[in-house]
Structure formats: structure tokens, C-alpha cells
């Protein structure tokens, strides 16, 4: 199965009826794999490759940079660097996993950095020395605002898709009270054999905590998600132009809808051109992720437009905030 590709011009500069098919081919997709591909964003190649430069130039710094802006673990929501293995994307989510892997302690081999919005005083960013990278806060906060309005533009997209009135999710999710986060990866090259030996992966299958994530990955590969017709089996993200935004439901809005659009499952695995060979190196990869979530004031229980009369909701009526510590909390 390849990932629809859906060009989000359609929405933004279409007709009334180009945003109507716009919003339908996105939900169709959505919701078959929990996943999508989007071109037509607004963000051009070269705007892509120059996160990709600002992604290897901050994990080249000094150990010692990266080490004085350490995220410290715990449930507050990750800022500054975690180093290789320190967060375990294993723990986010078991079902995916093999019965030996289950009790094994599971590790993740990469490094990331995390930010959240720049008016997001409760938790401030933790910002290398602007003489050690000079110019990378600045590009960041930029980026950070771009991804911000894009995701607001699917998730409208997402409205008109479900019927809902104007602003139904989008109020959840403002620019004042922005709790979403920037993540830039750096996976180091590794073994193969390291990997399938069992104890270590680039990413263990997990769902994202948001609402959606809005990810570009660059020429090295491995994204995949679950094949919903074979639980347990994994499609890979096939890697394209260097702009192609890879899109995926995350586990806010699979609670929003009731259980009606569930999140999708995912994790990085060895690249297709190494995959049947018996040895080798996977060559370093990067990504740059955005994830979109809600307010940490607003309820991630459901919409009651996804609540049939004379049911019970899926999903417990809890802050986004709430929920977000209780499933951080084993992932470090
Ligand atoms: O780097 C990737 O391709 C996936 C990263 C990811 O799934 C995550 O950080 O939640
Ligand atoms: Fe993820």
C-alpha cells in the first residue's frame, strides 16, 4: 500500500467544492492507516533543507552544549536535549511489541530536541548559547510558527471533513495558550545486527500524544506504520521530495472523535535497501517533527458530536495536561 498524497493548495486557494474533496481525501486516508502524505503546504523544498542543516548543525555541538540544555526527564513536557536512549518510545505504547520484548528493557537509538512555543512560559525552551550555534533559536521559532499555522490549516480541513462547526477543534488548539512541540532527530548510524538483535531500536511502534504530527524525513528512511488489515505489520513511508509532510492522527484527536479516527501506530525500522542484507551500517538519519497539541487547559475527552445518544464516551473527560503527564511518565 503507498500513502495517498494530498495537496493542501486545494484547501487554502480552492473553491468551495475543491476544499470539500480536499477535506474528504484527507479523512479517507486518515482514516484507512492513520496517515497521510501532504504537498501544497506552503513550504518549499529549500525551506526544508535548510531545517534538515539547522538539525545536523545542532547535534554536531560539543557534547558539553548539548549536555547544559538537557531535558531532566520526568512528566513535564520535554525541552532541550535528550541524549541517545533517554526516552524510551517503547514504554509509550506495548501492544506492538513481541512477547520477549515485552519484559526486556528497551532502548531508542536517538538523540532529539525538543521546543515548545516561544510565548510558552510555563515551560521556557532551553536554548543552546546563541555564540555556540548562532542564529539556530531564530530559524527555529520561525520554524516553529510556520508548522503552527500549517497544522491549523489540516485540522480546519479536519472540521469541514467531519461537519463540525467552524472553530470546533481550532479552539482547542490556540496561538495564546500553544502547548505544541518542535522535535528535531538525529539518529546515529548503527549496526544492523545491533538493531535486530532485539534490545535496541530507532523507534519501538508507538502513537503520538497530540492531536497530529506533521513530519519531513530526509533521504535515509525507515518511517513505517501499522497495516491495519494485518495488525502487528508495518507499511514503510516511501521517502520523496524533501517538502513531502508526512501527517499522522495522534492519540488527542482518536479521543476527540471518539475512538471514530484512531491514531496510527508507527516506528522507524530498518531501511528497505538494507533490510535483506546480512550486514551493514544504517547510515545516520534525521527528521523534524512537529506535534500539534491541545491546549493544556482544553478536555481531550470526546467531541459530543462523536457521542451517539444514550452512550457512554469512549474516553475520560481530562485536561490535556493531565493526560499528557500520566503518559509521559513512563516514557522516561
Ligand atoms: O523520526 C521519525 O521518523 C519518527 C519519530 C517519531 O515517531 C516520534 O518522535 O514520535
Ligand atoms: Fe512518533
Redesign the pocket.
Known sequence: MTLPTVDLSRFTHGSNLERKQFASELLDSLSQSGFVKIVGHGIQDWAVAKMFEWNKSFFQMRERDKISIAHPGGSAPQRGWSAVGA?S?SSLYRKGLLKTEMTKELKDA?E?FDQGAKGDFQYPNRWPDECVIPGFRDFMENAFTTLESVASQILEALEVAFDLPYGEILTKITPQANASEM?L?H?PAIDVNEIRGGGVS??WP?F?LGVI?L?F?DAVG??EFENRKQPGTFTR?ECGAPAEM?V?VSETLQRWTNGSLPAGL???NIPENLEKKESGILPE???V?Y?CKADRAASVGPLKQFVREGTEPEYEDISAIEYHQRRLQSAY
Do not use: A, W
Request: charged fraction near 25%.
Open positions: 526516552e518510545s536517538r532529539h522535535r532527530l539518529y530507532r523507534v508507538h503520538d504530527t513530519l524525513q525507515g518511517l513511508v508526512i499522522n508507527h516506528r522507524v538519519r534525521y527528521t517533527v506535534f
